[in-house]
């Protein structure tokens, strides 16, 4: 293990990537674990507040993001090490940031509710992208022989660009981005029934498009539900093992029981302690 570490990751300069990979997934977990307590009302935990305003994480995650990048950008032809720890600082910055993607989104808090889940999906989106770049992929390169002419890697690139493009446009996130490292992936992604909700779908497919197919529309409807559905499950049940439920409301605070004070009247101006007025203004004698 030590072998192939130093093999592919320090000898082939990927070390401040592998620092961003592992605090991205570290502050990640923490974070969800953070707020999962929080939800659940533990008494040492609770939101950062300034007075009566929230303080999101975001705001901390483009804090550090901005110093992790400014001092990479310094630090990169100073010190392996410290340009290590900028990237790290990088990664937490940018976990803290891609877990509150929807909220960035929708311009609103909906970091517990089903618009959340983006959220989720940005950051997994995010360690996909980073693994494969530690493997030694590298997003739409050419890798065939110099003598296929000049314009060859340009128009391998352009080509798989188009595809990625009309593959994203038919609604297949997963495909469009990892295709981008795996080729193949956007050439089925492009050819194959968009989904029924996707942009390409409302402008080729449905009763508003100029020359409607409704046989494609309904072929794409049976297979979201008969293929899409069942792996959205997985994936949902993935994503809440590892983030928590974002369909369900936060838990009531307990209940205060608080003790009455029993305070004593103030006893009024000529009168002794129990209350009862004096016939005269002097104290009576004893």
């Given at each position: 293990m030590t072998d192939w570490f130093h093999e592919r990751i320090i000898e082939a300069h990927r070390l401040p990537l592998f620092c961003f990979f592992v605090a991205l997934i570290t502050a990640f977990v923490f974070t969800r674990m953070n707020v999962r307590l929080i939800r659940a009302r533990v008494r040492w935990l609770g939101n950062v507040s300034m007075g009566e305003m929230h303080i999101h994480h975001v705001v901390f995650g483009v804090v550090l993001t901005l110093l992790g990048?400014?001092?990479?950008?310094?630090?990169?032809?100073?010190?392996?090490?410290?340009?290590?720890?900028?990237?790290?600082?990088?990664?937490?910055?940018?976990?803290?940031?891609?877990?509150?993607?929807?909220?960035?989104?929708?311009?609103?808090?909906?970091?517990?509710?089903e618009e959340g889940r983006t959220s989720v999906d940005a950051v997994f989106v995010a360690i996909a992208a980073t693994g494969l770049l530690l493997l030694g992929l590298r997003p739409l390169t050419w890798n065939g022989a110099d003598g296929g002419g000049h314009w060859t890697a340009p128009a391998f690139l352009f080509v798989n660009l188009v595809f990625a493009m009309i593959t994203l446009l038919k609604g297949k996130i997963w495909s469009g981005l990892l295709g981008l490292f795996v080729p193949p992936l956007l050439y089925v992604g492009a050819v194959r029934v968009a989904r029924p909700g996707s942009p390409w779908a409302r402008w080729c497919y449905s009763e508003r498009a100029r020359r409607p197919r409704p046989r494609l529309m309904a072929k794409a409807i049976h297979r979201e539900e008969r293929w899409r559905r069942p792996v959205i499950r997985a994936k949902i049940?993935?994503?809440?093992?590892?983030?928590?439920?974002?369909?369900?409301?936060?838990?009531?605070?307990?209940?205060?029981?608080?003790?009455?004070?029993?305070?004593?009247?103030?006893?009024?101006?000529?009168?002794?302690?129990?209350?009862?007025?004096?016939?005269?203004?002097?104290?009576?004698?004893r």
């Open positions: 990048g400014v001092a990479g950008l310094v630090l990169s032809d100073v010190s392996a090490g410290w340009y290590s720890f900028s990237s790290a600082v990088f990664g937490v910055g940018a976990a803290l940031v891609l877990d509150e993607f929807a909220l960035i989104l929708h311009l609103r808090d909906v970091y517990w509710q049940a993935v994503q809440e093992f590892v983030s928590g439920r974002h369909d369900l409301p936060a838990p009531a605070l307990p209940a205060r029981h608080h003790r009455r004070r029993v305070v004593s009247p103030r006893p009024r101006p000529g009168a002794d302690h129990t209350g009862r007025r004096w016939r005269s203004g002097r104290p009576r004698a």
